[in-house]
Each structure stands twice: as structure tokens, then as C-alpha cells.
């Protein structure tokens, strides 16, 4: 009990407003074994390249690995894989989550960083989940993308600069 209060607590930084100098590589682990026991049946592939830290409001990037980690999850019932990719880049950091589930028509993918918009069944889904997310990345000064199709999986892209915008400073 005590280590999952623990775990809790380093994963949603509830007691720290500042930002943090983080690798997220390790921010994403944390996530991955908050949720282990949604994985299920899914196999889940980590191919992490060696990032410089990341100055961010690290306990906000974990909900949004996390409503992407069960978004994946809801959608692969059991029977699929997440990869999750990491890489440098000259300007900062690029993560890809993806996965190999049905994927979404063009009418659902474009809405569903609308607030409320949700395909789930009522009282599953409060279709925030994105749109928080997508808010998220954005106030960090990065970008998440979205490609999918029917049948062919989904594949979510952030990015990151290693530095946040001033404006970032002392917000919460
Ligand atoms: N990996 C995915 N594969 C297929 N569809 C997805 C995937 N991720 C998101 N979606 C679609 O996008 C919609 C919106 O996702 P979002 O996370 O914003 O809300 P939600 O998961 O429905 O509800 P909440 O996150 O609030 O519990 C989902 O209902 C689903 O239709
Ligand atoms: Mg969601």
C-alpha cells in the first residue's frame, strides 16, 4: 500500500508545482508500470533512444502518457501490441506511441481533439482525455499529431522542446 501511495505521489507530482529537469524515458516507465495491470494481453515494445532531460511539469506529461497508454489499451482489447518510440532531435524530443488496434475513420479522427468527443459507451469515456492532452503539449511548446486509418492502427507523435516557453514558468 505504501508503495503504491509512493508511486502515486512520483507519478502525478501533485507536491510540486515547479517544473523539473526529467528524462522521459524514465517518466514514461513510470506510467507504463502504474498501468500494467490495464495491459492485459497487450505486448508492449519499448524502443527508447537516449534523451537529454526535458525541463517540464512532469506530473502533466504523465496524464498524458497515460490517457494515451489507455486509449491504446481500450482500443486493442487485449490482443495487441504499443510500441512507444523515443528519439532526440536538434530541437528537443519526439515520442511516438503506437498501436496496431482498429484504428479510426478520418470522420473520428478529426474531432477527437474536440473537448467531449468520445466513441465510447456512456459513463466509459468522458472524451476529455485528448483534448486535455493536446492542451498539455501544447502550454510545454510542442505539437502532438495523429495519423491513423481503419485497420490500420494509430500512431500519436509529440513533441517536445527542451526548454518550455517563459510563459510556462510558475503556471500549474
Ligand atoms: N489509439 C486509439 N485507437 C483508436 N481510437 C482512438 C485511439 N485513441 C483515441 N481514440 C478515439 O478518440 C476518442 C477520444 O479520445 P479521448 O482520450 O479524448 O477520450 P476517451 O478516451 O473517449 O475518454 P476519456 O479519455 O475522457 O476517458 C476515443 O473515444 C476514440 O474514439
Ligand atoms: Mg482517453
Redesign the pocket.
Known amino acids: 500500500m505504501k508503495r503504491i501511495v509512493q508511486d502515486l505521489r512520483t507519478f502525478s507530482r501533485t507536491d510540486q508545482a515547479e517544473l523539473q529537469q526529467v528524462s522521459l524515458n524514465d517518466e514514461i516507465d513510470r506510467t507504463l508500470a502504474l498501468i500494467e495491470p490495464r495491459l492485459k494481453g497487450n505486448e508492449v515494445i519499448r524502443d527508447y533512444g537516449e534523451l537529454p532531460p526535458v525541463r517540464c511539469f512532469a506530473g502533466q506529461l504523465n496524464q498524458v502518457f497515460l490517457?494515451?497508454l489507455?486509449?491504446?489499451c481500450?482500443?486493442l482489447e487485449g490482443r495487441g501490441t504499443i510500441r512507444i518510440r523515443t528519439r532526440a532531435e536538434p530541437q528537443g524530443v519526439v515520442l511516438v506511441f503506437e498501436?496496431d488496434?482498429?484504428?479510426?475513420p478520418p470522420e473520428?479522427l478529426s474531432r477527437?481533439?474536440e473537448p467531449f468527443?468520445?466513441?465510447?459507451a456512456v459513463g466509459?469515456?468522458?472524451?476529455?482525455?485528448?483534448?486535455i492532452?493536446h492542451g498539455i503539449v501544447a502550454r510545454h511548446g510542442g505539437q502532438m499529431q495523429v495519423e491513423?486509418s481503419p485497420g490500420e492502427?494509430?500512431r500519436?507523435t509529440i513533441r517536445l522542446p527542451l526548454e518550455p516557453p517563459p510563459a510556462l514558468e510558475g503556471r500549474t
Open positions: 490517457n494515451l489507455m486509449n491504446a481500450d482500443a498501436d488496434g482498429p484504428g479510426m473520428v477527437i481533439f468527443f468520445t466513441t465510447k466509459k469515456g468522458t472524451g476529455l482525455g485528448l483534448s492532452s491513423s492502427g494509430a500519436f
